[in-house]
């Protein structure tokens, strides 16, 4: 999990474990924050690709005036925080989700910031409008205008990282229309939703990562993907290598991939 803790690999991921696993590394003084809190609330699912190997440091903060938490492997800071943004659970102190929601919407990358948003909607921590109004508190702080835009993109039907982070790409290409998330179709007594989809067009996108679709997972997925296509549905399938790191093309992926099929629709 973090550095110098480890846990056997069939164990479920549930808060218990994920509570336990935070103080053997947080001081009691110090408060666990941004990220490392969304992952307390929503466990591996707001979890980059990967990342649930080994955690980064865990995000806290000492509330004692001028102190910093000095601890190899432990990410500290400052900041202003109210009694009733903190909550303590067994002796671990956390922020509450509705404050770790405002937090990360303002403080992370907004792709990363999307993820961390749909995860706590799909883990039922936070309430959307509550979230929405609750962010005017912070009218004023830095990123509060991105972060108000995040938390209306924010969907917990969202079922991945990759997912969310292919939405928030599609969101920033100006002249798209709003993507549409787990889209039914029916084809011969079977339902499929697909992930990201455009109705009108019938122009869908799949984010295939390693976790969940190897090649175990291919026969499957190509029998699926054929069926909707006999629909006359288009499905583009992305994998890590399209959404993450330096090669990514995932803008450049979406962007053709609507001008072809416009043209398609035209008949041009």
Not at 54 to 78: A, I, N
Not at 185 to 197: N, S, T
Not at 233 to 245: Q, S
Request: glycine fraction near 8%; include cysteine.
């Amino acid at each position: 999990m973090f550095k110098g803790v480890y846990v056997d690999a069939s164990a479920a991921d549930t808060q218990a474990l994920r509570l336990q696993a935070l103080k053997l590394v947080v001081k009691e003084s110090s408060i666990v924050v941004d990220g490392t809190a969304t992952w307390f609330f929503a466990g591996d699912r707001a979890l980059a690709p990967g990342e649930h190997r080994e955690l980064l440091p865990p995000r806290v903060f000492d509330d004692r005036r001028g102190c910093r938490m000095r601890r190899r492997g432990v990410d500290s800071g400052t900041r202003d925080m109210r009694d009733e943004d903190v909550i303590e659970i067994d002796g671990l102190r956390v922020t509450t989700a509705l404050r770790t929601a405002t937090d990360v919407a303002r403080l992370q990358r907004p792709q990363r910031a999307l993820a961390s948003l749909d995860s706590l909607l799909a883990a039922g921590a936070v309430d959307q409008q509550e979230l929405i109004e609750t962010l005017e508190r912070f009218r004023g702080f830095r990123h509060v205008v991105r972060a108000r835009s995040l938390v209306r993109w924010a969907d917990g039907r969202s079922e991945s990282y990759g997912e969310s982070a292919v939405r928030y790409v599609w969101r920033m290409i100006p002249g798209l229309p709003t993507p549409q998330l787990q889209v039914e179709v029916r084809v011969g007594g079977h339902v499929f939703r697909l992930d990201l989809a455009d109705e009108d067009l019938k122009l869908a996108f799949e984010y295939d990562g390693r976790e969940f679709h190897g090649p175990d997972r291919a026969e499957h997925d190509m029998w699926r993907r054929g069926l909707v296509a006999g629909e006359d549905w288009a499905v583009n399938v992305l994998r890590d290598e399209n959404v993450f790191g330096r090669q990514a093309n995932v803008e450049g992926v979406l962007s053709r991939a609507f001008r072809e099929r416009r043209r398609e629709r035209r008949g041009v």
